[in-house]
């Protein structure tokens, strides 16, 4: 069975840090897709970014980049110039190439201090 | 473009009532997924439509929970009845794609107390 851990509860950084959130997974797919989403307070949650586990270049999304590791099954997520706007719980997500299996972390609060 | 819309976004209801939920997927999108979220953890994937048809519902518990999505638009969730542990936040998602690893866009979220 698939699992998802991070093993960061809850983080704060100072506005403009960098900051690296942990996640890694367990599988035994080949083709899958990691997800980290984005969930302000009382807001919805959207995508931050997306990788294919077949490609070997890491995603990156404007500040947002991961850094995927396959053969050690991690998936971290690091954020540069942070901003208060960041300030969100933070979401590992694993789904199978087939998209039947969708797990999610149970996040990393992430507070941005200014 | 509007994104899901998800009705209400706050219900109390006492326990053994029963409750339903709405939820209108993007325009377009045939995947639609509900999960149940907890206070302090990640989403759990309650069920997944493929436009009409209920392609994962395996962790839905059948005894008291149902859902439909008929014309394969938007969806229904209901709990009948309610237990105090169904307090939870219940997220609609949907995707465009089909059978495939589609990004998912989620809705506001109905969060449910039951007293």
């Known amino acids: 069975a698939q699992t998802v851990t991070q093993s960061q509860p809850e983080m704060s950084v100072q506005e403009a840090e960098t900051v690296t959130l942990s996640c890694t997974y367990d599988?035994?797919?080949?083709?899958?897709?990691l997800f980290w989403y984005k969930q302000p307070p009382s807001r919805q949650m959207i995508l931050v970014i997306r990788?294919?586990?077949?490609?070997?270049q890491n995603a990156t999304e404007n500040r947002f980049s991961v850094n995927f590791q396959k053969a050690a099954k991690s998936f971290s997520l690091k954020i540069s110039d942070s901003q208060l706007g960041d300030t969100a719980m933070y979401f590992c997500?694993?789904?199978?190439?087939?998209?039947?299996?969708?797990?999610f972390g149970k996040g990393t609060r992430l507070h941005i201090l200014p | 473009e509007a994104g899901v819309v998800q009705s209400p976004r706050y219900k109390i209801i006492e326990k053994k009532q029963p409750v339903a939920f709405w939820c209108n997927p993007i325009?377009?999108?045939?995947?639609l997924y509900w999960y149940l979220q907890n206070l302090g953890q990640g989403p759990e994937l309650l069920i997944r439509?493929?436009?009409?048809?209920?392609?994962?519902d395996s962790q839905l518990p059948k005894d008291r929970f149902s859902a439909e999505r008929l014309k394969g638009v938007d969806s229904t969730l209901k709990i009948q009845p309610a237990e105090l542990g169904d307090s939870a936040v219940y997220l609609c998602?949907?995707?465009?794609?089909?059978?495939?690893?589609?990004?998912?866009?989620f809705g506001p979220g109905t969060r449910l107390l039951v007293l």
């Open positions: 998602a949907s995707s465009l794609e089909v059978g495939g690893p589609g990004t998912q866009y």
């Open positions: 599988t035994s797919e080949n083709n899958y897709y």
């Open positions: 990788q294919e586990a077949y490609k070997q």
């Open positions: 997500a694993f789904m199978t190439g087939s998209g039947d299996k969708i797990i």
């Open positions: 325009s377009g999108h045939n995947t």
């Open positions: 439509y493929e436009n009409e048809e209920a392609v994962d």
